[in-house]
């Protein structure tokens, strides 16, 4: 399945180092978990490099690694992803908050994959999402020839999620209705769901069908901060979550390793031979982040655009440079492709944006020419690409 799809669930990606340390690590686990706590954290942050070894006479499967280094998948503080997992095993659900373009909801899925073995079970929080996708729906064709029986039933992925013990996803769960958000403080907090119109004979009586969570089950809920809904979140639903924040990645280092692997990654799905410019990527990377934080590796201060630079999108602009770069090899030199893709990013919510990166080419980027930096130099003379007359398309 990994060579025929676009994008494979973390689960499947990593299946090898998950079932590895399924058996490295045999400590006690939560009830319900694939993995111990500890083994959940390793396989988030990584082993550095380092090779973990099976313990001598450890029965594994065939097909399982007798030693194996962990990549690292979410750059991070190795506290906050300890955090989020002892959340997960404890009776309140997950809040991940940030920026777009942080990693909440790969990390949601990482963790879902880590500790249930599926990250599958996900609701996407829309406005338009009903609480028959928290809850379940009916078959109707199966409802209106039986009446309400179990099988005519739809669960929900939450449901789902409750009956088996399982990690349940809620991507952007503020740009839910109140009332569907309702629907998930009853769940978070009684752990069960009450389904009416299956009737349940009790004593002889007539009862609602209960569904209880087997243990394992728990939410994990991403949020942003630029939806400017979590404020508005019931006091009753917030109190049933633990917060963690997610900040971009602070060290420079580390985010410029992240986008060239992440971004050597897409070109290598592309096509084996597509390479990534080091200078390009050195240059985005730099310029995401004196954007994102409006004060340069400099020191220098300089105006934020109001979009946000995440290193998302800081992937993708490298990927499509790299892209470009390839298909059309030697129409014009890769740095010039660098403007119109930053402009690209920039120019989504307010039209001043375009002036913001205007000053930032006559402030940092004119400094970094005069001090000698070639490729800021060659940026100096695109400067031109990014006026308004000149539109987009070049
Ligand atoms: N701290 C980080 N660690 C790993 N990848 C990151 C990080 N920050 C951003 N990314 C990149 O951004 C992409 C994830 O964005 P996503 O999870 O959709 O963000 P969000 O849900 O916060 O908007 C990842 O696939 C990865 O390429
Ligand atoms: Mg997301």
Redesign the pocket.
């Known amino acids: 399945m990994t060579q025929n799809v676009q994008i494979p669930p973390a689960e499947l990606i990593h299946q090898d180092e998950l079932r590895f340390l399924q058996h490295f690590d045999s400590g006690p686990r939560p009830p319900g978990w694939r993995l111990t706590p500890r083994a959940v954290v390793q396989f988030i942050v990584g082993t550095g490099g380092e090779k973990l070894k099976l313990a001598a006479g450890t029965k594994a499967p065939e097909g399982v690694a007798q030693s194996l280094a962990i990549c690292e ?4 503080q190795r506290e906050l992803v300890e955090r989020c997992v002892v959340t997960l095993a404890s009776e309140r659900g997950l809040l ?1 908050v ?12 990482l963790l879902a994959a880590a500790v249930s073995g599926t990250s599958a079970l996900t609701v996407q929080g829309t406005a338009g999402t009903t609480e028959d996708q928290i809850r379940y729906g009916w078959n109707y064709a199966l409802l209106m020839a039986r009446g309400p029986h179990p099988e005519a039933l739809v669960p929900s992925p939450v449901l789902t999620g409750l009956r088996r013990g399982a990690i349940v996803r809620i ?1 952007e769960v503020t740009r839910c209705l109140p009332e569907v958000q309702d629907a998930l403080i009853s769940l978070l907090s009684d752990r069960r769901m009450a389904i009416p119109e299956l009737d349940e004979a009790v004593d002889g009586e007539g009862g609602t069908r209960i569904e209880f969570a087997a243990p394992g089950f728990n939410v994990i809920a ?1 949020a ?1 901060l630029r939806d400017r809904g979590v404020s508005e979140m019931s006091a009753a639903l917030k109190r049933r979550f633990n917060f963690e924040v ?1 900040a ?2 602070a060290d420079i280092e580390r985010e410029k390793n ?2 060239r692997s ?1 971004a050597s990654a897409s070109l290598a799905r592309v096509d084996q031979s597509f390479q990534l410019d080091e200078a390009v990527l050195e240059a985005l990377v730099t310029a995401f982040r004196d954007l994102r934080s409006g004060r340069t590796v400099e020191g220098w201060s300089v105006e934020k655009p109001t979009t946000v630079m ?3 999108e800081c ?1 993708s602009v490298a990927s499509s440079i790299g892209i470009q770069a390839a298909y059309f090899p030697s129409e014009r030199d890769v740095a010039s492709l660098i403007p119109g893709y930053l402009l690209g990013v920039v120019l989504k919510d307010d039209a001043q944006d375009r002036g913001r990166l205007l000053a930032y080419w006559d402030s940092a980027v004119t400094r970094r020419a005069e001090g000698g930096g070639r490729l800021w130099k060659r940026l100096l003379e695109l400067r031109s690409v990014l006026e308004e007359h000149h539109g987009r398309s070049t």
């Open positions: 998948k979410f750059v991070g991940l940030g920026e777009p373009g942080t990693a909440k909801s790969m990390l949601s899925e991507e991403t942003n997610i971009p990645i992240l986008v992440r995440s290193t998302a992937v």
